[in-house]
């Protein structure tokens, strides 16, 4: 179950890392279900938290597929949490549909151009 806010990050366990292609596939989903289409979560780090617990950070990206069939990105506009310690994929915290899209027009606003984005999971 997601909170309202999001948890507090005591420590940076491993910066860089990947997530499994059936994690990327059920994140994926929960994004589509919960906040709809064009996000990606990306750049998993493993954390701990405030609560002791662990559990992976992933940062969203607005994503879209442009006009040539390239997958682009506008840039990092939420988080989500995932709980590791749990038997089945337990989100923790997932930022809201309207902070996604209040960041999405800062990006914008401040003029940030759209680039490239790797194919797969990054």
């Known amino acids: 179950m ?3 806010n999001p948890p507090i990050v005591i420590k940076i366990l491993q910066e860089t890392g ?3 292609d059936e994690v990327d596939y059920a994140l994926m989903n929960y994004l589509i279900k919960k906040r709809g289409t064009g996000y990606t979560a990306c750049q998993p780090q493993l954390v701990e938290l405030e609560s002791s617990k662990q559990a992976i950070k992933m940062n969203i990206d607005h994503t879209f597929i442009d006009k040539d069939n390239k997958l682009m990105g506008l840039g990092i506009v939420g988080t989500l949490f995932v709980d ?3 038997p089945e994929l337990d989100i923790i915290y997932c930022s809201s ?3 996604l899209n209040k960041n999405i027009l800062k990006l914008k606003n401040a003029g940030i151009q759209p680039q490239t984005r790797p194919k797969g999971k990054y």
């Open 2 to 4: 997601s909170s309202s």
């Open 18 to 20: 990947e997530i499994s």
């Open 84 to 86: 590791v310690e749990s």
């Open 97 to 99: 549909s309207e902070e």
